[in-house]
């Protein structure tokens, strides 16, 4: 039986690192600095179903792998969560962010998860950046000893004077960080592949996921500095993963970089951004926005 589980589970972690969730967050805000930050998470039905396989082979989910392995039941509780437990999540959006209501259910997909709303009385007091990742999420890879840290990833902050607001984002400064590690890179090496071969056997298992973090300005938008502009909706940033890890100019660049890591560059990785079918990334550090 042992044997079985840790079958199962190398297909579970194969989810977890791809193909688990998809989530978007959507902060709006309106001319006196008053707002919401809407944020959806929904995770895929078949790696919900292995676990409940799991579940339903008897004993408890945490640190079936052996040591340092990661709690698998807080997955089930991250797609499912409680209202206390979102209260308690609001604090990760910045100071003064309320829970307002969550809708739990499934996607246009059949993703089961749930969306949650939050309220801000002042948008210069809201930042976005891996500490705004639900609670659950936070406990579950805190469980395999590993840590999530505020300062990589990119940031997401504001300012607002009178009706012009400042968007600063380090989402395209944070680059590729965390997409081909040195123990991925070591991997596809000992398997005599090269990186954007060893992205591509990934892309499968990451099918139909995408993260997005979104700007609508309630009013209007009078004019702005952002580049990717809908109406009055911006896009910071939106990315499908399978089509980055097919995408050959992505491909290219990990090869180039893993014989030459001095070609990552900031400007090297907007460059590349620039290119991607499935990226849509607001390269400025900075943008504004005028509201109406």
Not at 100 to 117: A, N, Q, R
Not at 165 to 191: H, I, N, P, R
Not at 267 to 273: D, H, M, N, P, R
Request: net charge negative; with cysteine; charged share 25%.
């Amino acid at each position: 039986m042992n044997r079985m589980i840790s079958l199962l589970l190398v297909g579970v972690f194969s989810l977890l690192a791809t193909s688990c969730v998809r989530t978007s967050a959507v902060v709006k805000v309106k001319k006196d600095g008053t707002g919401s930050i809407i944020s959806r998470y929904y995770f895929s039905p078949q790696m919900l179903a292995m676990i409940k396989q799991l579940e339903g082979l008897g004993g408890g989910l945490e640190g079936v792998v052996g040591a340092g392995g990661p709690n698998l039941g807080l997955i089930g509780e991250m797609a499912t969560p409680d209202e206390e437990s979102l209260r308690k999540d609001a604090a990760n959006y910045g100071e003064g962010v309320r829970y307002t209501k969550h809708e739990p259910g499934k996607d246009d997909e059949g993703w089961e998860g749930y969306l949650v709303t939050y309220d801000f009385d002042d948008i210069r007091k809201v930042r976005i950046d891996q500490n705004s990742v639900p609670g659950k999420a936070r406990e579950f890879v805190e469980s395999s000893g590993e840590e999530i840290k505020a300062d990589t990833g990119g940031s997401l902050t504001f300012a607002l004077e009178g009706d012009v607001l400042t968007v600063k984002t380090s989402f395209a400064k944070a680059g590729l960080e965390g997409m081909m590690d040195d123990e991925q890179l070591a991997q596809a090496k000992a398997m005599g592949m090269t990186p954007s071969q060893s992205m591509k056997m990934a892309a499968g298992m990451a099918e139909g996921m995408r993260a997005g973090v979104f700007l609508r300005a309630e009013g209007g938008i009078a004019e702005t500095t952002a580049a990717h502009v809908t109406g009055d909706l911006i896009t910071l940033s939106d990315a499908d993963v399978a089509k980055i890890l097919n995408d050959p100019d992505f491909g290219a660049f990990l090869d180039k970089a893993a014989l030459d890591p001095k070609i990552v560059t900031v400007e090297s990785v907007k460059e590349l951004f620039g290119t991607l079918e499935g990226m849509t990334v607001e390269t400025a550090d900075e943008i504004t926005v005028k509201l109406k």
